[in-house]
Every structure is written in C-alpha cells, then in structure tokens.
C-alpha cells in the first residue's frame, strides 16, 4: 500500500486549519486516514506547526512519501534531517553521536532563527502601536486646537451680542425711566393745573 503524509483540510471557510496524517495515496483528501502525526496552522505568525517528530520518523523509514507542502514542513521542524543524517551513520559516513551534535547544532539555530523573527515580530508590532498612538495625539491635537478657536470665536460673537443687548437693555430702561418721568411730571403739572 503506497502511504503518503499528507494535510486534511479543517477549519472555517477561508481560514484553514490542517491536520498531519498519514494516508493510502488513494484515499480522498479529507478521507480515511492511518494515523494522525500533528496539525498545522498558517493563520498565525509564524505558522503553528505541532508534529509527532519520532512518529513522522519512523513513516519516514518506512517509505512514507510526503507532499511538498508536508516536506517543507517536516524539514521545517527538522524530520527531514533526521532522516538524513541516520542513512548517514547507516551508511558508516559518520557515527551516531557526530550526528546527534550535528543536529542539536541544527536544532539550536533553528531556534535562534524562530525565536529573532518573534522578537522582530513584537517589536514591529510596539514601533506600529507607537507611530498610531503619536499620530492619534498629533489629530487630537489639532481637533482641539481647532474647537478651541471655535469656542473662542462663539466666545466673542457671544460676547458681542451680550454687550449689544446690554446696551439695549440699559437704553430701554433709561427711555422707560424717562418716559415715567415725563409721565410723573406730566402728571403733577396736570393735577397743579386742575387745582389752579
């Protein structure tokens, strides 16, 4: 039976999540599987891949032949140069502890590399939320400089129109203080000439 490591589609629409398995070549995609090595997710950054390694090990002995897209996972995570280096010490090329430096070695700039592009990651991702954040106070800013010119000119016109009706204001009473003046007056010489 000709096994292949394949991806199983899951997920939401347009946001895939895929599980490692191992399959018959002839089975369909999404279909009967012999085992079940890992998932992967490439919605994160960096992608989330979790691999049974000694599992996709021992298929990998076995014949099992991975897709291109499972192959570049597998040498991700370092499945493939596992591989390698065990025909290797199969073959006599080099012994089982100089392979097992080689790959720690492997393993640990691996990590290095992972572990530098989160770091740049976060740190794009600070220096962004920075640059937002001081263009949101710039437009602040401006927003309340410009309601404080606003205010200032409504202040004035305000102001304006208080003192226009003041002015009003103190010109009626004083017509009206007249008036009852004139009135006051006009009243008294009106009673001085009934007496007379």
């Known amino acids: 039976m000709p096994t292949k490591i394949r991806l199983q589609r899951h997920g939401k629409k347009r946001y895939p999540f895929y599980h490692v398995v191992i399959a018959d070549s002839r089975a369909p995609r999404d279909g009967k599987f012999i085992e079940k090595l ?19 090990l021992s298929w990998m002995k076995k014949g099992a032949q991975p897709t291109d897209t499972v192959r570049a996972l597998l040498s991700y995570k370092g499945v493939i140069y596992k591989n390698h280096l065990d025909k290797g010490v199969a073959k006599g090329a080099f012994t089982q502890e100089d392979a097992d430096k080689k790959f720690a070695a492997w393993l640990e700039e691996k990590e290095a590399k992972i572990d530098s592009k989160k770091n740049k990651l976060d740190s794009d991702k600070e220096a962004a939320a920075k640059k937002a954040l001081a263009a949101e106070t710039e437009a602040n800013a401006k927003k309340a400089a410009s309601i404080a010119a606003k205010t200032a000119e409504l202040a004035g016109e305000v102001a304006d129109a208080v003192e226009e009706a003041v002015e009003g204001a103190v010109e009626a009473v004083s017509d009206a ?8 007056t006009g009243d008294d010489s009106a009673e001085g000439n009934k007496e007379a």
Not at 41 to 53: H, L
Not at 177 to 184: C, G, I, K, L, T
């Open 177 to 184: 203080a007249e008036a009852v003046a004139d009135a006051v």
């Open 38 to 56: 890992g998932t992967y997710n490439p919605n994160t950054n960096p992608a989330t891949i979790d691999i049974d390694f000694d599992g996709a």
